[in-house]
Nanobody, 122 residues
Framework: QVQLVESGGGLVQAGGSLRLSCAAS????????MGWFRQAPGKERELVAG????????YYADSVKGRFTISKDNAENTVYLEMNSLKPEDTAVYYC???????????????WGQGTQVTVSS
């Protein structure tokens, strides 16, 4: 099991940037795939980015490709989501999650953080 704590959310103007961090504890982090999900009011939770246990392979939702970058630092037990060119439609609660297997299917994620709010103003 992996325990996860997100940070770095906040209010930003459209076109701006934010970096989310997710600090992990637990012996299995280095062997876990990691992902970032988001959930906007009235919408389902969606996987926006995922990365393999090594950090060498990644998945991005079409809506964030070219703007968001996920990275995993096994030495620091941390996963990041760099978000650039933010849009109002990126407004959501962002969750960090861990998977003992693959990284591109939402169904594989079993451990979750508490979430951090990202609000993008127009």
């Amino acid at each position: 099991q992996v325990q996860l704590v997100e940070s770095g959310g906040g209010l930003v103007q459209a076109g701006g940037s934010l970096r989310l961090s997710c600090a992990a504890s637990g012996r299995t982090f280095s062997r876990s795939s990691m992902g970032w999900f988001r959930q906007a009011p009235g919408k389902e939770r969606e996987l926006v980015a995922g990365t393999s246990w090594s950090g060498f392979s990644s998945y991005y939702a079409d809506s964030v490709k070219g703007r968001f970058t996920i990275s995993k630092d096994n030495a620091e037990n941390t996963v990041y989501l760099e978000m650039n060119s933010l849009k109002p439609e990126d407004t959501a609660v962002y969750y960090c999650a861990a998977s003992p297997g693959g990284y591109s299917s939402p169904l594989l994620y079993v451990d979750w953080g508490q979430g951090t709010q990202v609000t993008v103003s127009s």
